[in-house]
């Protein structure tokens, strides 16, 4: 169900900003006004200088700013100072080379917007502005949103797991659900990932978010698969072989990406197991309203199918819809939410004001469909209930 690890396939931009002259010249500046010990910084600007005198450039993009870079000389040292190591959480997150890094970005930008100058990237990111010592605030909070909704799952999930498995006619469906305790288990685990790495951009965190992505992307795949492939139905051993076989792949993908990271083989990956759930979804959602239309039974008066039922369009009223005839869709409906989210972040634009951006925009989106999919997931394991029994008693 989750796409967010689509925001992958955004083209990675060729980064202008880190390699303007006034940025350098700003890092330089700072980093010896806060005498931040950072002798390879330092030398590596002092290298690529040299190279490029030798090699007889700087380009255009160094010569137009070259020629308005007066202004730019006068640093004003409190700027730097200010908010820096004034918490002892910044101490933890932001390294004094970091913090001149962020300012001289941020003191770059602000210059260019300044001189009618496009916004550009540093190091392939927009130059976010930190608020409330989050580097990207928006997104970190679109995160843990997405974290809170997941959490609200937990409950009603694990409630149907033990009512299921307590049953002595039907501990199969508790299998069922369990995959979606999985996945929600995986997905507060992702989406805490996330937030800490909008909160403060690493490698480090950055990996982790990756990580928890592909998790993600794996569980989804488990829970449809296990759903629409009827592994619930599989003998104990190759059930076993199924959850072994998709423990192995995140353990192989992680450990490859961890050894030697490719972006490129990363986004294969996801794009694989992500399109191919989506696909399950379409046809299981499909599956489902066929059952119920050339049924001779009216599952939906149900006593057993209506509180779940109700459950569901009690939500649905809030956005003004009121048809359970539209119940057997939502996972297509829900999918073209995230669609919808996802066309925000193909169009990689500057960041609004700073701090929002297509990928901020895209972890909104993700935040609204587990409200109504768990609930939904719960309604189809209990109609299945109803259609197992109405077979058997044929
Ligand atoms: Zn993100």
Not at 77 to 86: A, D, H, W
Not at 109 to 135: A, D, I, N, S
Not at 138 to 161: C, D, G, H, M, T
Request: charged letters at 20%; glycine letters at 4%; one cysteine or more.
């Amino acid at each position: 169900m989750n796409l967010w690890w689509l925001w992958l396939i955004a083209p990675a931009v060729a980064s202008i900003g880190d390699n303007l002259e006034d940025f350098k010249d700003c890092v330089h500046a700072c980093n010896s006004m806060m005498m931040c010990d950072t002798d390879d910084v330092l030398k590596t600007i002092h290298d690529t200088r040299i190279q490029q005198i030798m090699e007889g450039r700087p380009g255009d993009q160094v010569a137009v700013a070259k020629s308005k870079r007066k202004d730019l000389y006068f640093y004003d040292r409190r700027f730097f100072q200010e908010s820096y190591r004034q918490h002892p959480m910044f101490d933890l997150w932001w390294s004094c080379a970091a913090d001149c890094n962020y300012k001289c970005q941020q003191i770059v930008t602000h210059w260019r917007h300044e001189h009618g100058e496009p916004m550009v990237k540093f190091y392939g990111k927009w130059p976010f502005t930190r608020w409330l010592g989050m580097q990207e605030f928006f997104s970190a909070i679109f995160s843990f949103a997405n974290f809170y909704v997941n959490w609200l799952a937990v409950k009603p999930v694990l409630r149907q797991v033990h009512k299921n498995s307590k049953s002595h006619i039907a501990p199969e469906y508790a299998r069922i659900l369990r995959q979606f305790l999985y996945l929600i288990l995986g997905s507060m685990a992702g989406w805490l990932l996330s937030t800490v790495f909008h909160i403060r951009d690493v490698p480090a965190t950055e990996t982790l978010d990756y990580f928890g992505a592909f998790a993600i992307v794996l569980l989804n795949f488990n829970a449809i698969g296990y759903r629409l492939l009827k592994v619930w139905r599989w003998s104990g051993m190759a059930r076993a072989g199924w959850h072994s076989a998709l423990l192995l792949v995140y353990v192989f993908h992680c450990t490859k990406l961890y050894l030697h990271w490719d972006y490129g083989y990363n986004t294969r990956v996801n794009l694989v197991f992500g399109l191919a759930a989506l696909a399950m979804w379409v046809i299981h959602s499909l599956l489902v309203k066929r059952a119920l239309a050339t049924s001779t039974v009216d599952y939906s008066s149900s006593a057993q199918l209506m509180p779940f039922e109700t459950a569901l369009l009690n939500k649905l009223k809030v956005v003004g819809i009121n048809n359970s005839k539209i119940i057997p869709y939502l996972p297509i409906l829900l999918n073209i939410i995230m669609l919808l989210g996802l066309s925000f972040e193909l169009r990689d634009r500057p960041p609004w004001f700073q701090m929002i951006d297509a990928h901020a925009m895209w972890h909104l989106f993700t935040i609204w469909p587990p409200l109504l999919w768990y609930d939904w997931n719960i309604w189809d394991v209990e109609l299945l209930k109803l259609r197992q029994e109405a077979t058997k008693a044929k």
